[in-house]
């Protein structure tokens, strides 16, 4: 199968994936002792929990997610849990995340070619900022696909109160207009919360 939109669109309706709020598409595909999909982003109090500053959350979740040419960026985001980024395939993505307790930025490119420092499972600590970029090649490059796969563990699982979309003022004050201004267009346009589940009606 040649590699770009056929491969992709096997992956996508082979894995079963649905349009993302973000962009792209994904599944969920382990929520801890429960039904995967069946709380549609939320806790599932009949899996397996656990109590952290007083919230209940799944022990451990996971999902599928594709990023593609025509949703090529994941916006700046901060989340409550850890998440660890995992390669599948397709081309690469480049994650840019902002420490909130020093201002450090940290650039890693998820994707299969280590020779040119990219690397197949990249961690995000909880209440970091991240981004995320699609790197598109084209022809016989190292990346020509239109797309990257991946898969996201997230512990304690992944609950849709748990997020919020970053703001310019906010990132630009941690991370210092040097860091920022060539990553702004990852700022989300329209911040608004994104009613997370009435997406997995499309499931």
């Known amino acids: 199968m040649e590699a770009g939109g056929s491969l992709r669109e096997a992956l996508r309706t082979g894995l079963g994936l649905i349009p993302h709020p973000e962009g792209g598409y994904f599944r969920e595909t382990w929520r801890?002792?429960?039904?995967?999909?069946?709380?549609?982003?939320?806790?599932?109090p009949r899996g397996d929990t656990v109590t952290v500053n007083a919230k209940v959350r799944n022990t451990l979740t996971s999902i599928y997610w594709m990023v593609t040419r025509e949703a090529p960026v994941g916006y700046w985001i901060c989340n409550a849990s850890d998440h660890v980024h995992y390669w599948h395939g397709g081309g690469a993505l480049t994650y840019h995340v902002v420490d909130p307790a020093t201002g450090a930025y940290t650039r890693a490119v998820l994707g299969p070619d280590a020779h040119a420092g990219e690397v197949l499972q990249f961690p995000v600590r909880g209440g970091h900022w991240k981004a995320a970029e699609l790197s598109v090649g084209g022809g016989g490059g190292a990346h020509p696909h239109d797309f990257c796969l991946i898969g996201e563990a997230v512990a304690p699982g992944w609950d849709s109160a748990d997020f919020r979309w970053g703001t310019a003022a906010e990132l630009e004050a941690l991370a210092g207009a040097h860091v920022f201004a060539p990553l702004a267009h990852l700022v989300k346009p329209d911040a608004a919360p994104r009613d997370f589940a009435a997406t997995y009606a499309a499931a």
Do not use: F, H, K, T
């Not at 801890?32 to 999909?37: R, S």
């Open 32 to 44: 801890a002792g429960a039904e995967p999909m069946a709380s549609r982003g939320e806790v599932d």
